[in-house]
């Protein structure tokens, strides 16, 4: 968030953008020579332990002072000026690399999880590494009707038995398919226990809450990048009702940290690596669906805490790198970089508005009982015995998931290819089920433009199949999100949208057709035209579905288009987003990520929440009445000694400093790490620091008795302008700042004298109070 202007610019933390030190001179009580503490700075300064929150304000002002730095020296000299320029072209290095390695790591999860999703059915005996499409591609023998049958493609049945067809054939299969599932799985959920926990789960709560400024060490590291892309392609191998998009994001947010600790610029100053991350997000969702302009309104609607427009020039690059990187692997072998590609030969009217909006509404209650459902589940698990057991529910979950799924040729194969197919067209080239119309013997029409026709007995078959695999997708989606492997959402709530999609689109299609003359078909549907295409509704009804469990409007509304190149549909598609989104926050305010995020206990701030409560500063600030005094220093007063003693018995964040005890007027805050680290390294470098040694924030030192020991200075960790309010200030406007400023902590005044303080954990707590929640459910700082 951007800095304030404040009387004074808060005092820079660290003691690398300093002025060298000053010694005093002779003091006339006998002090001797002064140190302005240490002439280097001191390792990890300004720096921010695991699970607390950063200070935005100290972070930007840190990044001015480099700045401003950097252009007085660049004045100097011809190679100040190149160091310089270096500085400023940092950024877009750091996107082209994001891009890069993002789009490559996404073309190799992407050609790998076809491999061996298809493993679990057959193998292909010319070249084992090539999955059932890529087979059946090279052969010579393919025919136009068989077009998913060669003899280089076998079944485990097949290869194993010499025949395909019977039951004993079919067992087989069945058997070795559910086997498959559950080595990937086990697999899966053992190299995120034993190598990285954190590659666990979507992914995407987490980097919200650490793009909002807090700490989460390890979560963005290199073992969790290498353990993440792993397990994401065993994990969506083994049939589990999960996508790889969400986690993509956190992978290419992985490669974003991975590269900020190649630039100090970046790896030094929190605030900075956040704007890297927003769009390495951005990068992220490109690779997912190959929708660059999605992925960066998707960071900048969802994801990012703070979005300069700079961040949103960068994010653009590297969203464009990402998808021409994963567009030069090709891996879906189409030449397109879209997904689900979709050319559909007929406009939609506006009567079919009323089922898109229908659509929309069951997008929305799907979205309100998935969520609640499932916060339901992951805190039985967080609260009872099954949590002990990841790797028993992981397989236990995959193995019904895969026997439930083998009977059923649409919950069987891949949610992509079920989506794809979903979404398809029926043109005469289709060998679908779902395409299986009654043909007219005097149809004389082109190719492209085949009217509507009476649906034929393979049709029925597939919505019988259909509505069980939705009820399959449903239930087993609940129970699979959050589990210990890693685990997307967005290909599993737009496959249900799909599904109840596909299904009204026929039932309309059909109900055309037979009844034509009905008033509301007279003037657009006329017998033998080509009137409702049902793989509209069904892209309709994933929007709608994705909507109701993310609450995401635009972005998803560009995201979709951009997936299956379907650019006039964008009205059906707005309607059924703001239709389900409105249906949905009928239900609660809160998305998936967002219940999660709660769920977990990370101060997060939602800046879509609303604070209409008249409470005042003085109401939620500490110490309360019936707590003891607030924890402080003195600005000359006290003694190396005490201020360990301070440190030692209490666990706050950090400190304000005032005059004295008795007024208690502000001077300034100082961080409990900065103060911690301050101490320590002045014991080991500073000669003559003892406990007795009285530590001072002032520019001058205090009065000394003769023969004292050498005092020490610390006024170059004092942030000197913290940010305060009075007692009466709305709670309201202190929500606001929080918000809009990052802050991590405010100090609350009256008449310049301190009174207490308020954390961004305080105000989290009474925020979850007012709206009758666990104020206990905010677990870190």
């Not at 959920?189 to 650490?210: D, H, M, N, Q, W």
């Not at 997000?281 to 700079?310: R, T």
């Not at 990402?322 to 879906?332: D, G, V």
């Not at 220093?633 to 018995?649: H, N, R, W, Y």
């Amino acid at each position: 968030p951007p800095s304030v202007s404040t009387s004074s610019p808060p005092a820079p933390p660290g003691l690398a953008s300093a002025s060298a030190s000053t010694p005093g001179g002779e003091e006339p009580n006998g002090a001797g020579h002064l140190m302005d503490f240490l002439d280097e700075p001191f390792p990890d300064v300004g720096t921010y332990e695991d699970f607390h929150t950063i200070d935005w304000l100290r972070e930007k002002s840190r990044d001015t002072d480099r700045h401003r730095k950097i252009t007085s020296k660049s004045k100097e000299s011809m190679w100040e000026l190149i160091k310089s320029l270096l500085d400023a072209w940092s950024g877009w290095v750091v996107m082209l690399l994001i891009g890069l390695l993002s789009g490559t790591l996404a073309g190799v999860i992407d050609l790998a999880v076809d491999w061996m999703t298809d493993l679990k059915e057959g193998v292909c005996l010319s070249a084992f590494w090539y999955s059932h499409e890529q087979c059946c591609w090279t052969s010579n023998q393919t025919t136009f009707d068989d077009r998913d049958k060669c003899p280089e493609w076998q079944k485990w049945a097949e290869l194993m038995t010499g025949t395909s067809e019977g039951a004993g054939a079919y067992l087989l299969n069945y058997l070795l398919y559910v086997l498959w599932a559950l080595l990937f799985s086990f697999l899966a959920v053992s190299l995120v226990r034993v190598f990285a926990p954190y590659a666990c789960g979507s992914g995407i709560p987490e980097i919200k809450t650490i793009l909002s400024g807090f700490i989460i060490r390890g979560y963005l590291g290199k073992w969790t990048l290498l353990i993440k892309t792993v397990t994401l392609v065993l994990a969506v191998s083994s049939g589990l009702s999960l996508g790889k998009e969400g986690p993509l994001v956190h992978v290419a947010c992985c490669c974003g940290n991975l590269f900020c600790s190649l630039f100090s610029k970046y790896s030094k100053n929190e605030g900075k690596r956040r704007e890297v991350l927003s769009a390495a997000a951005a990068a992220g969702v490109s690779v997912a669906f190959g929708a660059p302009i999605g992925g960066v309104l998707f960071s900048l609607e969802e994801v990012s805490y703070y979005f300069p427009l700079k961040t949103l020039w960068r994010s653009f690059f590297a969203a464009l790198v990402a998808a021409f990187t994963l567009r030069s692997i090709n891996p879906f072998g189409n030449s397109r970089l879209v997904l689900f590609y979709v050319e559909y030969h007929t406009p939609w009217y506006m009567a079919e508005l009323v089922p898109f909006i229908l659509l929309g509404v069951f997008g929305g209650l799907w979205g309100a009982l998935f969520i609640r459902a499932n916060i339901a589940w992951c805190r039985r698990r967080k609260t009872t015995r099954l949590g002990r057991y990841p790797v028993l529910e992981v397989v236990g979950v995959a193995g019904v998931t895969a026997l439930l799924a083998f009977p059923n040729p649409y919950t069987r194969r891949s949610t992509s290819e079920l989506i794809s197919e979903l979404f398809n067209d029926c043109g005469a080239l289709e060998s679908s089920q779902l395409c299986d119309y009654v043909n007219s013997p005097n149809m004389s029409r082109p190719l492209d433009d085949i009217p509507d026709r009476p649906a034929g007995p393979g049709v029925y078959t597939a919505l019988w199949q259909l509505a069980l695999a939705l009820v399959f997708k449903v239930v087993v989606t609940v129970f699979t999100f959050g589990m210990k492997i890693p685990s997307g959402l967005f290909i599993p709530s737009m496959a249900v949208g799909a599904i109840a999609g596909r299904m009204v689109g026929i039932a309309v299609e059909q109900t055309a057709y037979h009844h034509h003359d009905w008033i509301i078909f007279r003037n657009w549907c006329r017998p033998g035209a080509d009137c409702v295409t049902p793989g509209l509704y069904a892209m309709v009804g994933a929007a709608a579905c994705l909507g109701g469990v993310t609450r995401m409007t635009v972005s998803l509304v560009v995201i979709m288009f951009e997936l299956t190149g379907g650019l006039e549909y964008i009205v059906p598609l707005m309607a059924a987003a703001v239709t389900s989104k409105w249906v949905a926050d009928a239900f609660g305010k809160e998305g998936i990520y967002e219940s999660h995020i709660q769920l977990n206990g990370y101060p997060y701030l939602d800046v879509r929440d609303e604070f209409s409560h008249r409470t005042l500063a003085a109401d939620v600030m500490r110490p309360r009445r019936s707590e003891p005094p607030l924890a402080v220093l003195t600005q000359d007063a006290d003694s190396v000694e005490e201020v360990e003693a301070l440190i030692k018995g209490t666990d706050y964040n950090g400190f304000p400093v005032v005059v004295s005890r008795e007024s208690e007027r502000l001077i300034g805050f100082v961080g409990r790490r900065d103060l911690t680290l301050a101490v320590k390294t002045a014991r080991q470098k500073q000669e003559g620091v003892v406990s007795s040694s009285l530590v001072f924030f002032t520019e001058d030192p205090p009065p000394l008795p003769d023969d004292p020991p050498p005092p020490l200075k610390l006024r170059r960790i004092l942030n000197l302008s913290p940010f305060t309010v009075t007692d009466h200030t709305p709670m309201e406007t202190v929500v606001d700042i929080f918000r809009k400023l990052g802050l991590r902590q405010c100090l609350v005044t009256r008449s310049g004298r301190l009174l207490g303080i308020i954390t961004k954990k305080d105000v989290l707590r009474h925020m979850a109070q007012m709206m009758d929640q666990d104020p206990e459910s905010i677990m870190f700082n």
